[in-house]
């Protein structure tokens, strides 16, 4: 009887085993999934650069002028999970990514996976990109190119277990990583709308901040940009819906204005790590801004988070 219980359970274990196998294997994208994407554009790519804040992280800190595009990672970000260390993805063929195809690219920014076949882990917000049109990032790809190799590999995350476990994220990739929309749209939203959900869910990925996670880090969607506490859990980030405890006061032209400019409506400066990300939206087009500020003045009203 207990060798039979034994047989069993070992059978268990087997089962098990190899259904979380399956389940947490890296869904990869093939050559085919880009047989319609255009070659990329640089020009083009230099605008998602800059919607995505790729700068904001993978820049030395403080990086100012032409030394903001020079990606060689190393950016540390504390978390409760462990610190994660940005790489480097400059087009150094060794050191960055610049021996990478633009189907590693795509993977690595759609479906959070590297070329070697392991998960990233989610503080590369590809739970985001994974909203973008593979056009665009074809054509961050081809922008990414044209910038300076930088020599160096930045250091290894340090996380403890089960964290530094990689296989794990599959299944949180189960819960968390879709390519649908956060906000659903009625048939009469405006482009400006609908293009401003395609930046602020997409590229921009403002709600990896302004979204208040699980305790699996996972972001809660139900509060979707009610704010939270910061990712390294210092201070808190603001609410960004259009209830009152948001922004609601703000109009679209403020918060255009914002994005342009840094300052409020009542005239406070842009600080802490927004300021990079206003820097970042400074350098689209006065479209782009009015589009983000439609969308924002759009999705639910949700109060404060906390």
């Not at 869904?27 to 790729?54: H, I, K, T, W, Y």
């Amino acid at each position: 009887m207990r060798r039979k219980l034994l047989f069993v359970l070992c059978g268990f274990v087997a089962v098990a085993g190899a259904a979380f196998w399956f389940l947490t294997a890296p869904n990869r994208l093939d050559g085919s999934a880009l047989a319609a994407v255009q070659a990329g554009d640089p020009v083009r790519g230099e605008r998602m650069f800059f919607a995505g804040g790729c700068a904001s992280c993978h820049a030395a800190a403080d990086a100012e002028g032409e030394a903001e595009l020079e990606l060689g990672g190393g950016a540390p970000l504390e978390t409760p999970f462990g610190t994660f260390v940005a790489p480097n993805i400059s087009p150094h063929p060794e050191d960055g990514i610049g021996a990478w195809s633009e189907v590693d690219f795509a993977n690595a920014m759609l479906r959070g996976v590297s070329p070697d076949g392991e998960h990233y882990y989610p503080a590369f917000p590809y739970t985001s990109y994974a909203r973008m049109e593979r056009q665009d990032v074809a054509d961050l790809f081809a922008f990414l190119k044209t910038l300076p190799p930088v020599e160096g590999r930045s250091e290894e995350h340090s996380l403890s277990f089960p964290y530094n476990m990689r296989r794990g994220i599959g299944l949180w990739k189960l819960l968390y990583l879709h390519e649908e929309p956060v906000v659903a749209l009625g048939e009469d939203a405006s482009e400006a709308v609908q293009r401003g959900r395609y930046l602020v869910e997409g590229p921009g990925h403002c709600g990896a901040c302004h979204t208040p996670r699980s305790f699996t880090g996972g972001q809660r969607l139900d509060l979707w940009l009610a704010g939270g506490e910061a990712v390294e859990g210092q201070g808190s980030v603001p609410n960004i819906t259009p209830h009152e405890e948001g922004i609601g006061s703000w109009s679209e032209g403020d918060i255009a204005y914002y994005l342009e400019s840094g300052f409020t409506p009542d005239f406070d400066s842009v600080g802490g790590a927004m300021a990079d990300v206003q820097r970042n939206m400074a350098r689209l087009t006065d479209v782009d801004r009015e589009a983000i500020a439609a969308y924002l003045k759009a999705v639910p009203e949700k109060a404060n988070s906390e």
